[in-house]
């Protein structure tokens, strides 16, 4: 009986291996088709990737001529190889991201050669014993110097890369030059093909399909001033009662994590020239400002998300009020930043009276609410529950309003900065001749023209249910007049 338990035991193993190997097709097609399905998934949320690595790949073809041409080997010889390296290196997402490190290796690479060169000639002319006492001292001092650099902050967020290839180049030329003496012939050559690897590197990314980080930037922020919008229109609307609290916070959650990569988009944006609308120096630093602002919105938000349940709940007469009140509100705040979002995103000047009225709506519904809230025989026989999440409700909104004015004006601020441009849906351009003004004569008021006749253009803006008319005489606006349908 005991020597039947092993042989059962081995026949178990045989069949489960067996089991296993049958399966094992079934399991490599399962785990090619997540792969497929996951691959199919990246490249459909940013098509570009496929253009950046098809791109990678065109670039690695071209520089790799310098070992399948014949002329081009002889030059360069195995030092070629530094210009497929530094194709490797360089080629990244965006154009701001490969012109950054290909300025920063191709002008560290430089630097550092050059110094270390020096620093080897001048060890050399002091004699043979105190060469390598010279060249390991200019080494601690530079090297020390250069990485206390890198821990400065603006240094390190543009030129981190390049002090470490500094570091490097610095090192190798002056170390090795203490043992060959063909040391600058060798550091040209290789400086020249970081040179060339990092032009075509740059040509490719810039001419074929080319991704700007300052684009990817300022849709970021019309993204996330769209998303704070459609969350507070989504309240104002009721919309809460019939969608997911989640799926209402997934509207403003993202914008709470995007400082890092503003400000990482904005960084390689500097880089970048100027293309489109977008001028060299663009003020990106005012994009960093309006992100902040929305931020502080989104954490408003955060806070708001908190109470709003509770007050959707409240079914008393007072709590139903000062809902329909702050939703009106959320409502009108949530519109204004869509209104922002939608002129960021175009890069155009909307008219400012628009968002300013909704604001000042706003701000009515708010003070309503604070005066129901100030009003204590209306709180009679209501429990302290209830008036707890009215009052953290609207003094939240009351922040929000605040937060969406500053928004208002940091996106005023650039839009002049960056000169967006204005907008005119319908414009009716007529030109007419009228008799002198009255106070013309002599002594009082000169006229316009000399000849005495007036030319003006009415320019009729609609936009969001607020026609404004604007008529200009003689170069200037007389008079501003916005009605409201």
């Known amino acids: 009986m005991a020597s039947q338990a092993p042989e059962n035991a081995n026949n178990y193993s045989a069949s489960r291996g067996m089991q296993w190997l049958r399966a094992l097709p079934g399991i490599l097609w399962d785990i090619v088709a997540r792969s497929g399905r996951r691959s199919a998934k990246i490249a459909k949320d940013d098509p570009r990737r496929i253009t950046h690595s098809l791109k990678v790949g065109l670039a690695l073809t071209v520089v790799s001529s310098f070992f399948f041409l014949r002329r081009l080997y002889y030059s360069f010889g195995d030092n070629a190889i530094w210009a497929v390296m530094t194709v490797v290196v360089v080629m990244e997402f965006s154009v701001g991201a490969t012109l950054g490190k290909g300025l920063n290796r191709m002008l560290a690479t430089l630097l550092g050669g050059f110094l270390g060169v020096g620093v080897q000639q001048l060890a050399t002319l002091s004699g043979g014993k105190e060469q390598p006492i010279l060249i390991g001292l200019f080494l601690y001092i530079i090297a020390a110097l250069i990485t206390f650099m890198r821990f400065v902050p603006e240094v390190k967020a543009r030129y981190d890369y390049g002090l470490t290839i500094f570091i490097l180049t610095f090192s190798l030329v002056s170390v090795a030059g203490y043992r060959d003496n063909q040391i600058l012939n060798l550091a040209f050559k290789r400086l020249l093909t970081i040179i060339l690897g990092s032009f075509i590197a740059i040509i490719i990314c810039v001419f074929f399909f080319p991704v700007w980080s300052g684009d990817d930037l300022h849709n970021l922020l019309a993204t996330n001033l769209e998303k704070l919008g459609n969350f507070l229109e989504g309240f104002g609307n009721q919309d809460f009662e ?130 129901l809230l100030r009003s204590k025989p209306y709180w009679e026989g209501v429990e302290l529950v209830e008036i707890v999440p009215a009052a953290a409700v609207t003094s939240l909104l009351s922040d929000i309003v605040i937060c969406t004015e500053r928004i208002i004006e940091a996106v005023d601020e650039l839009s002049s900065s960056a000169h967006f441009k204005s907008t005119v849906l319908s414009a009716a351009v007529t030109t007419t001749t009228s008799k002198p003004l009255p106070l013309t004569r002599e002594g009082i008021v000169k006229p316009a023209l000399e000849s005495h006749e007036l030319h003006y253009r009415a320019i009729t803006i609609n936009n969001d249910g607020y026609p404004s008319t604007l008529t200009k005489e003689c170069g200037s606006f007389s008079s501003i007049k916005a009605i409201r349908q």
Not at 246 to 260: C, G, I, M
Not at 302 to 330: F, M, P
Not at 354 to 366: E, L
Request: glycine share 4%.
């Open 242 to 371: 019939t969608k997911s609290m989640r799926s209402f916070a997934e509207e403003y959650e993202s914008v709470l994590t995007s400082k890092t990569r503003e400000e990482t988009l904005a960084n390689f944006a500097r880089w970048e020239p100027g293309h489109g609308q977008i001028r060299f120096r663009h003020p990106w630093r005012k994009y960093l400002e309006l992100g902040n602002l929305t931020r502080q919105c989104a954490y408003k938000v955060e806070a708001l998300d908190v109470y709003l349940w509770s007050l959707i709940q409240t079914r008393n007469e007072i709590g139903i009020k000062i809902k329909d009140s702050c939703q009106s509100a959320s409502l009108e705040c949530g519109k204004a930043l869509k209104i922002l979002a939608s002129s960021v995103k175009s890069i155009t000047c909307l008219p400012s009276t628009t968002t300013k009225a909704r604001i000042a709506k706003a701000k009515g519904s708010i003070e309503l609410v604070h005066s």
